[in-house]
């Protein structure tokens, strides 16, 4: 069989495969658009890939000329696939304002979610031309359900859209702005009431939001946002869920009396039942991390203290996850034993192994500040501590009396 040759001018310059959707960035040169897209946005680089000239702006302008040859190339060899044009910001617009109508909004929807899943490219222009204010506007709307009833197959929809959309920071920062306390209100009702689909979306979509929003925001958010947010957490409907959950409270406990009301609405208990059967790195490093900043609080430590197995999993995950979960993990220790040490609290330190631990972490290469407050935890306690016969003798030297 003939082989037949693609035309150079066809090809990518980044990728050596065929252009599907050719754009012009500001150097002059045409790339195919999910290539390029892929070496500005994902790659995060900022130059030319063939010139390496420095870009003046990110404006990709399409090649109308060379994609009429290649639709004509495709369909005279019958060879691949002939390209789709990408989507407009009008067509867009239009399938917008028939989305306002009640008849028409379900299969506008379904429209746009599948424009927004053939790439990044309709993506973006879906969120220029203001889908993603559009999408919230269907979830803020309390009207479609009741308070006894989960999210109405619209909302679910919209939801479902919105995610997919990853939104640009600018975006995010846009969809913060236009009445951020009614759309948190709205994702808590997701969490709350939602299919576990919608859940996941909700607080997953919550995640991208704080990373983007300033402390305004978070410094607002009322006990039912805390309270649905660890219920994900303990319900464990996905991976992904699960890490967008603790990232979502590690971005607001810092702040106000946000790691009270985390406190309040159980994330301790969960998350110490959470660290007993996990293993992954990361999850672990988010759960000791979030830990730490709840323990902050006297109710935070109280929480931890009432757990059965709060002390001695903490101690365990020392020296056993990574490096910044050994320092967290010491810190939540010295904070019990700064302001919480009753004598029941030290010598349950003490029959839980958690002295040993620390005479281990002094002799071990875990970093100068995990070492010093190891360090401390033993000199607050070194009368209670000192002749215990849990202390290896070949500790004995480095106690701190």
Not at 83 to 90: D, E, Y
Not at 145 to 167: C, H, N
Not at 331 to 355: C, N
């Amino acid at each position: 069989m003939e082989e037949i040759q693609v035309p150079p001018y066809f090809i990518c310059p980044i990728s050596l495969e065929m252009m599907k959707d050719p754009v012009t960035i500001s150097t002059g040169i045409t790339y195919d658009r999910e290539n390029i897209e892929k070496w500005i946005f994902s790659n995060k680089n900022n130059t030319c890939p063939a010139t390496k000239q420095s870009l003046t702006g990110i404006e990709m302008t399409p090649n109308v000329t060379l994609r009429r040859l290649i639709q004509s190339w495709c369909t005279l060899n019958a060879r691949f696939p002939t390209p789709r044009p990408p989507v407009s910001k009008l067509q867009i617009i239009k399938l917008l304002k028939e989305a306002k109508s009640s008849k028409m909004q379900m299969k506008s929807l379904n429209t746009l979610k599948s424009i927004a899943s053939e790439n990044d490219a309709n993506k973006r222009c879906m969120e220029s031309a203001g889908a993603a204010e559009f999408l919230a506007s269907i979830i803020n709307n309390t009207n479609e359900v009741s308070d006894e009833e989960g999210l109405s197959s619209t909302q679910d929809e919209a939801l479902s859209i919105l995610y997919q959309l990853k939104l640009s920071e600018h975006g995010l920062r846009s969809l913060i702005t236009s009445g951020s306390s009614e759309f948190i209100a709205s994702l808590t009702r997701a969490m709350q009431r939602g299919s576990y689909e919608s859940r996941a979306y909700a607080v997953m979509l919550m995640k991208d939001m704080f990373e983007a929003s300033t402390p305004t925001l978070i410094f607002s958010l009322k006990q039912e946002f805390f309270i649905q947010v660890v219920q994900v957490l303990r319900d464990e409907i996905s991976q992904k869920a699960t890490k967008a959950s603790l990232q979502v409270l590690v971005h607001t406990c810092p702040f106000g009396r946000n790691k009270v009301k985390a406190a309040e609405a159980g994330a301790v208990r969960v998350l110490v039942d959470l660290l007993l059967d996990s293993s992954e790195k990361r999850a672990c490093e988010l759960m000791l991390i979030l830990l730490d900043q709840i323990c902050q609080s006297a109710e935070g430590r109280a929480e931890l203290l009432k757990h059965a197995g709060g002390l001695a999993i903490v101690s365990k995950k020392i020296l056993r996850v990574s490096k910044v979960g050994s320092e967290r993990a010491i810190k939540i220790l010295h904070s019990i034993s700064k302001f919480s040490a009753t004598p029941s609290v030290v010598q349950e330190m003490l029959s839980l192994g958690v002295v040993a631990k620390l005479c281990l972490v002094l002799q071990v290469d875990c970093g100068s500040k995990a070492k010093d407050r190891a360090r401390e935890i033993l000199k607050f306690h070194a009368k209670a501590w000192r002749s215990s016969p849990c202390i290896p003798m070949n500790l004995l030297s480095s106690y701190p009396f």
